[in-house]
């Protein structure tokens, strides 16, 4: 289990559990396109390496309320330098 998960503090970096869960999950979809890692790799799984960018703030969400199609909020992804 990848510690990180267990505390509460990388669900309030990014604002609460579904939030989490979307950013993991776009952020897995961009890894496995072709996307490079923001954080070195050391035989680490894709998904230890969304935890580590999130941890290192490296990673933040962005939602976009205006999307005209559905009217819901989709989240970005923003990487920080």
Known sequence: MIEALKSDEIINKVGGRFKLCALIQRRLVQLM???????????????????????EDRLKPEFDLSDPETGAAMPELTARE
């Open 33 to 55: 396109d072709g996307a490079r890692p923001m954080v070195e790799r050391n035989g680490r799984s894709d998904l230890e390496l969304v935890i580590q960018e999130i941890m």
